[in-house]
């Protein structure tokens, strides 16, 4: 397909960080997310969407496994079967059943190594059901039982990470080194959080010291593209992204890793936005769907860059498949949200942006959106006026004396004189 862009009246653009992660402006994230709203003109200031998210999959992962069946040579029966029942429950994704059997079993032994394994099998139920404070805590408590438990030791860094504590990861991981000073997962993982905490400088420095081991290390050098992506070097972060591609297809892989092809596209087509070559940033963010249709990433960028031509239907199709993967995605629900609306579909619109501000009642971007909506379609100008001000209220001392609100308001106070 291709997009025919359309020449409109600008009426602003809002920039909006959307996500947990870290303090600095980032250009790209794992569990990093960056995406940039403009609010389009025509009559009806139907709201466009431009989403920039690269996808650090291809770096920092946990490992998320639990320790195996125990040594019954070294439990006791009780504790060996409690244990063993536990694993089985835990493959089964049955994570209550799975936990209880664990507690269970921590009642029946004072062995230090054991203990450590049921601790950490603990946090990586945590983990499963997304609770990374609990999984936080667990992973220090193997840590502290058993400092040199590598799995805790990848998957504490990770959930930091996923927290968007970058400064305590590139610590953690610091620490880790010292223990592991060779291990390839730890000092990848150390190069993802240190970039993502906005030292580029040093992360490109340990990914290169990675490349010298291992030349032709996809992970490595896909994380090395994302740190040229963010210092703005585009020409370097596509001639990384293209090798791998190349490579991939000259070699072949006996089990593709999908979800790096699918990043590495995906990533290709960010740096080709940013280049402006908007063709070339449909076909890969299509790529990466081909490899991954699951890449939430991939979906968002695409279904954004449909919603920024006016593509409203094609971006409504798109952000749908990203919230039925996660249906509390605030970014999904917001894109949705705002492609419904771009459609005219009003109530359904209100309806996803509403669940943004359930969600989060902070965010700043969709009370403005909710704001448009009420004023130039729904037309109750008294529950506009309420979304406007709340926005402006959000945005305190970043709002600037040229954002649109300020006309908006304006436009409402003149009306109802």
Do not use: W
């Not at 006026?385 to 209220?393: A, D, N, V």
């Amino acid at each position: 397909m291709t997009i025919h862009m359309k020449t409109i009246a600008k009426i602003g653009d809002l920039f909006e960080q959307v996500g947990t992660h870290g303090p600095r402006r980032r250009k790209s994230l794992l569990f990093e997310r960056k995406i940039l709203f403009g609010a389009s003109g025509m009559a009806a200031s139907l709201v466009c969407l431009t989403v920039l998210m690269t996808f650090p999959g291809c770096g920092n992962r946990e490992i998320r496994k639990i320790d195996g069946a125990a040594e019954q040579t070294v439990l006791e029966p009780t504790s060996h079967n409690l244990y063993n029942r536990a694993v089985a429950a835990y493959r089964e994704r049955d994570f209550e059943s799975a936990a209880n059997h664990f507690r269970q079993a921590l009642k029946h032994t004072r062995d230090p190594q054991f203990i450590a394994s049921v601790r950490y099998n603990l946090g990586m139920i945590l983990l499963e059901q997304g609770n990374l404070e609990g999984a936080r805590t667990a992973l220090i408590e193997v840590l502290e039982l058993s400092p040199r438990h590598i799995k805790a030791c990848i998957n504490l860094g990770v959930v930091l990470e996923k927290m968007g504590r970058y400064a305590r990861a590139v610590n953690h991981y610091r620490k880790a080194l010292e223990n592991h000073p060779d291990n390839p997962e730890i000092l990848n993982n150390f190069m993802v959080v240190l970039r993502l905490n906005g030292r580029l400088d040093k992360a490109e420095q340990v990914g290169h010291g990675l490349l010298a081991s291992d030349p032709k290390n996809f992970r490595v050098l896909s994380n090395l593209s994302l740190i040229y992506l963010d210092s703005g070097k585009l020409s370097m972060s596509e001639s990384i992204g293209l090798r791998i591609l190349k490579s991939v297809d000259t070699y072949g892989m006996g089990d593709p890793d999908l979800e790096l092809i699918a990043s590495v596209h995906n990533n290709l087509g960010v740096v080709y936005l940013r280049m402006q070559k908007t063709e070339k940033a449909l076909v890969h963010f299509k790529k990466a769907l081909d490899a991954d249709p699951n890449h939430i990433d991939a979906l968002l960028n695409l279904g954004s860059l449909y919603g920024r031509f006016h593509h409203y239907n094609l971006a409504g199709d798109v952000f749908q498949r990203a919230v039925n993967l996660d249906p509390n995605h605030r970014v999904a629900l917001k894109g949705l949200g705002s492609a419904l609306y771009g459609a005219g579909m009003t109530d359904r619109a209100e309806e996803h942006l509403s669940r943004v501000i359930q969600l989060d009642p902070n965010d700043a971007q969709t009370y403005f959106i909710l704001g448009e909506l009420y004023h130039h379609t729904v037309r109750d100008m008294p529950r506009a006026e309420k979304f406007y001000k709340e926005y402006k209220r959000l945005r305190g001392n970043y709002l600037q004396p040229d954002d649109l609100v300020h006309q908006r308001l304006h436009e409402l106070e003149s009306a109802s004189r």
